[in-house]
């Protein structure tokens, strides 16, 4: 029998664990911390999300691994009403979070040794460890054409993408499309910023017509309402695209357990079914966003890409990575130093602007001392 292989052996190390001596020096501030590291919701719960999910309270049977009828009419509803995109009956299916669904998406598919999991370079570690999980090969990579004879089997993109808030345009995205359909190969798409365009920038889902054309097949998008409707407490997501993958993906969650509780699942259809409290909020982090921005260049950081989603990446022409959030850190400003995403990233930082008025603005002072 073989040993066992600790998970230190198998998974990197969690990288939020690194900030903690950051995250002291930042706290030791007279004036307290302002954490803009982590993309978290502080904004409160809308009142109606939170009434769907105290009348739906009284829950003592299990809830549908599917998702209610109504809840997947009204996903299917927001994709059609917000972002132009028709899934066919049934091809949509509630997640616990995001991230649960982008970290076993590979096991799920029944990825494994020998299978490559595509991922852009710089991204989200959850695209890694979930291919390493799955005990696939994860490749970081933005040329699909330089891949060479790997046996890819999922290819993930991620626009508006985090870190660093790039938005992929209809004819990037319909070229990704047409190469992993000449291989057959999977494409998943993650779409949790879909919402968040700023400056004009307009995001596209991988599902619209413009770029896949009037098939779903091998393509998934991932949806998450944490930012969107300050649900990250609640574990809100779902995926939609392709009915025999999402079919698929259900077979194998009703046998994990893999549910979205009733309660959360009766927040998530009120969520869906009004876009006003989602206008309100996306005004609030349109407001913060452009403070910070203003704030960090007149103090001579650049700021590249950051068109859409909750981040602004930028770089110092005297910093690396960790050197710019220990500069930071001594303002009592916390970041996530680019070098989290990717080496790629080892000259920037990603600042969140999830942070309350208040933080913000004292952030904004304390760039101006």
Request: with cysteine; hydrophobic share 40%; net charge negative.
């Amino acid at each position: 029998m073989g040993e066992r292989r600790p998970v230190t052996d198998r998974l990197p190390t969690f990288p939020w664990d690194r900030l903690t001596p950051y995250k002291k020096t930042a706290s030791a501030h007279p004036d307290g911390i302002v954490d803009l590291s982590v993309g978290t919701p502080v904004d409160p719960v809308p009142d109606n999300l939170r009434k769907a999910l105290a009348d739906a309270a009284n829950s003592p049977g299990y809830p549908l691994t599917w998702g209610t009828p109504e809840l997947r009419a009204s996903i299917q509803g927001w994709l059609e009403r917000r972002h132009g995109v028709r899934v066919a009956d049934g091809a949509v299916l509630p997640t616990v979070g995001s991230k649960e669904l982008v970290a076993w998406l590979p096991t799920l598919l029944g990825l494994g040794a020998g299978d490559t999991v595509v991922h852009p370079e710089l991204a989200y570690p959850t695209y890694d460890v979930g291919a390493r999980v799955a005990g696939a090969t994860p490749v970081p990579s933005d040329g699909l054409t330089s891949l060479g004879p790997a046996d890819v089997k999922l290819v993930w993109v991620n626009s508006p993408g985090n870190p660093t808030g790039r938005v992929l345009g209809v004819d990037h995205l319909r070229k990704v499309v047409a190469w992993a359909r000449e291989r057959d190969a999977i494409v998943a798409s993650d779409e949790c910023y879909l919402d968040l365009g700023w400056d004009g920038a307009e995001p596209v889902s991988i599902l619209h017509p413009d770029v896949c054309g009037d098939s779903h097949e091998n393509l998934l998008a991932v949806h998450s309402l944490s930012k969107r409707s300050n649900l990250a407490g609640y574990r809100a997501a779902f995926v939609a695209g392709d009915p025999d993958l999402v079919a698929e993906l259900l077979a194998v969650r009703k046998h994990a357990g893999m549910i979205v509780p009733a309660p959360v699942q009766a927040a998530m259809k009120a969520a869906l079914d009004d876009d006003a409290h989602a206008a309100e909020q996306k005004e609030r982090y349109r407001d913060r966003r452009a403070k910070l921005r203003t704030a960090f260049e007149q103090a001579g950081w650049r700021i590249e890409h950051s068109d859409a989603g909750l981040y602004l990446w930028a770089s110092h022409p005297d910093h690396d990575s960790w050197g710019a959030v220990g500069a930071l850190a001594e303002r009592g400003m916390l970041v996530a130093p680019g070098a989290f995403y990717g080496t790629a990233g080892d000259r920037h930082v990603r600042v969140a602007f999830t942070a309350t008025d208040e933080r913000v603005d004292t952030a904004v002072k304390r760039l101006s001392e």
